[in-house]
């Protein structure tokens, strides 16, 4: 009767705190699990962040291969890399923000986190978008500074645009633009009365050394031609042109530019869905855990 009442009330009672400490159990075992989740993704952030500010200083900073040529004679392609640095450094400073906001679980610095998290995703896409839509215009502009290099390029005259130029050609096995008939419009190399080519677009073998390059314009004295002029014709050099060997180069690292942003935009719409969860678990404001 009564004394059973009391005994199924008790254990009624025993049993309520019992389920409620185990759900509190489950849900604080979550919270670390999504905290220690954001913070592994916040670290590889910052990591993607420090190869996207890398790739920029390399752009500004590289002096022997094309990219030389293009951020020597085109401002974009500096703008560019000033973004990508920009970019990068905010990227590194946000997975800094995240990783503090995660482990000292303070609500401010996951909103902000998540508010500037958003913004970067936003400009990343534009910036995407705006570089896919500018491809041709940028193969046009490449075309047009390697032209005017050629017709302008001097024997015996230090330059970095045509070391780097001269470079491109002997690493890539090219010559001119679109066929080694672009030599011709240089004035300087046509009024040789000799068979003289660019150096650095000469043939060579497999065997011989590629590293060294050589600069400037040089003489081949065929003893069978009886005419003389610099015929194109009897230049010993590739005569294929450089514009799809560079416009494939930069395809492949595009690629892979693009490869490691996408990656950066998912980590950021995990992150961003992480630190949503997190904010919204963590209920009192304690600012004590901020490191001063």
């Known amino acids: 009767g009564a004394s059973g009442r009391r005994r199924a009330c008790s ?8 389920g409620s400490s185990r759900t509190i159990r489950m ?3 979550c919270i670390k699990v999504t905290k220690y989740f954001l913070f592994l993704f916040n670290l590889l952030f910052f990591i993607l962040g420090a190869v996207i500010l890398g790739f920029g200083v390399w752009i500004l900073a590289d002096k022997s291969s094309f990219i ?4 020597t004679s085109s401002s974009s392609l500096k703008v560019g890399a000033c973004i990508f640095i920009g970019v990068g450094a905010v990227t590194m ?7 503090i906001g995660a482990i000292k679980e303070v609500r401010c610095l996951l909103g902000l986190y998540f508010a500037f998290l958003l913004l970067i995703l936003i400009v990343q896409v534009a910036a995407g978008a705006l570089f896919y839509f500018n491809m041709g215009k940028l193969k046009q502009e490449m075309g047009n500074i390697v032209t005017n290099l050629i017709q302008n390029y001097k024997d015996s005259h230090e330059d970095r645009l045509q070391e780097a130029w001269d470079y491109v050609q002997a690493q890539v096995k090219c010559c001119g633009w679109v066929s080694f008939y672009n030599w011709t419009e240089n004035a300087e ?14 043939a060579r073998r497999e065997e011989e050394d590629s590293f060294v390059v050589r600069k400037g314009f040089c ?16 230049w010993p050099v590739y005569h294929e042109g450089c514009m799809k060997k560079v416009q494939a180069w930069l395809q492949e690292n595009v690629g892979i530019i693009l490869g490691i942003c996408v990656g950066v935009a998912v980590i950021e719409f995990l992150g961003m869905l992480l630190s949503i969860c997190l904010c919204r678990h963590v209920h009192s404001e304690d600012y004590s855990k901020v490191p001063k």
């Open 11 to 18: 254990a009624e009672q025993k049993a309520k705190p019992e």
């Open 27 to 29: 849900g604080s075992a």
């Open 68 to 71: 030389s040529v293009l951020q």
């Open 93 to 99: 400073f946000m997975g800094f923000l995240g990783c």
């Open 189 to 202: 190399l046509m009024n040789r009365t000799n068979i003289t080519y660019p150096c650095s677009c000469e």
């Open 219 to 234: 003489e081949a004295f065929d003893s069978n031609r009886t005419e003389s002029g610099n015929s194109p014709e009897y």
